[in-house]
């Protein structure tokens, strides 16, 4: 009796130390089960959000926090399969021997309460706005209002983002709203501002030039610069231009420093000329004395020697004077 009880105790001994075993072995590994569908919060996707998972406790803590990717745009539905699944728990050094999986074979994944970050907004306008950008030489185009987060509470598939230019009272800005639809809905609004910067030209003096001499490629040269204003539409260079007072070398030209030259004087004051006057094929003439002085093109006043009457003219290039008035 003695030796049965010993070898039924030792045999209880050896089933129960197997038992452990066992238990202990499943211990060493993971059990995951994946449902087929989940919403979370966030727009990053953890392990330990998607799936129950039983098993050793450090495995169990490393596998929560395996990212399984990223819900980039909003509405949008992510899916894991277990192919993927087991590639990453690989990766972070848990070989797809130490994991048993059961459920669905993949795990449709969308977010709840999606927020829309003010980047994704600007990115968004700043597309737009290279496709429609307004007249002018806009070389940069930088948001100067940005707009806050949004956040959308509830769950959408088919979350858009539609902009539109709107009017803005400065020349150099555009202001663009940007709708946010889901299900033909508007369900939320963002506007951001744009500063536009412009290609230009300067005209810079190479010496100092003189009052009244002409501007030339010798005395100045044109440059490139950005501007926070566009050039006017009538910019051209002031070459053969005067100079309306002395410069210094290296300044930047302005329009009130220079202008056209002044045409020369044809006829002076005291000056006797001649009044001509062409009417039906007949040309009639008087003589004349100038009370102002005047250049081609000019109206000047002119005393009839004759008749003493004083009659408006304008000067001929040949230093006659037509009668206007």
């Not at 005291?270 to 081609?296: C, F, H, K, P």
Request: proline share 5%; charged share 25%.
């Amino acid at each position: 009796m003695r030796r049965t009880d010993a070898v039924i105790t030792v045999a209880c001994l050896l089933v129960s130390a197997g038992v452990r075993a066992s238990d202990q072995g499943k211990d060493n590994g993971l059990r995951i089960y994946l449902p087929r569908e989940i919403v979370i919060e966030a727009n990053t996707p953890k392990l330990g959000q998607i799936g129950i998972i039983n098993g050793d406790a450090g495995l169990v803590s490393r596998a929560e926090e395996i990212a399984l990717g990223r819900i980039m745009s909003p509405g949008q539905e992510l899916t894991i399969d277990r192919q993927m699944l087991l590639g990453r728990l690989a990766y972070s050094g848990i070989p797809a021997s130490k994991v048993r999986l059961s459920g669905a074979e993949r795990v449709k994944v969308r977010q709840k309460g999606h927020t829309i970050r003010q980047e994704e907004f600007v990115d968004a306008a700043k597309l737009y706005l290279s496709k429609n950008l307004p007249a002018g030489a806009i070389c940069q185009s930088d948001p100067i209002r940005v707009p806050d987060d949004l956040t959308i509470e509830g769950v959408y598939k088919d979350i858009r983002l539609v902009p539109r230019m709107l009017s803005s009272g400065a020349v150099n800005q555009t202001r663009i709203q940007m709708s946010v639809m889901a299900g033909g809905k508007e369900i939320g609004r963002r506007q951001i501002s744009f500063q536009h910067k412009y290609e230009c030209l300067k005209v810079v003096t190479l010496s100092d030039i003189a009052a009244g001499a002409t501007i030339s490629p010798e005395n100045v040269k044109v440059e490139k610069i950005i501007s926070n204003y566009p050039a006017a539409s009538d910019w051209s260079s002031p070459y053969g231009l005067i100079t309306r007072r002395a410069l210094a070398e290296g300044t930047v030209l302005q329009p009130n420093m220079f202008g056209p030259a002044k045409p020369a004087v044809l006829v002076k004051r005291n000056q006797s000329v001649v009044i001509q006057l062409e009417a039906g094929g007949l040309v009639v003439t008087a003589v004349g004395r100038m009370l102002d002085e005047g250049a081609a093109g000019d109206l000047v006043r002119v005393r009839n020697v004759d008749s003493q009457r004083v009659i408006i003219g304008k000067v001929n290039e040949d230093g006659t004077v037509e009668p206007v008035l």
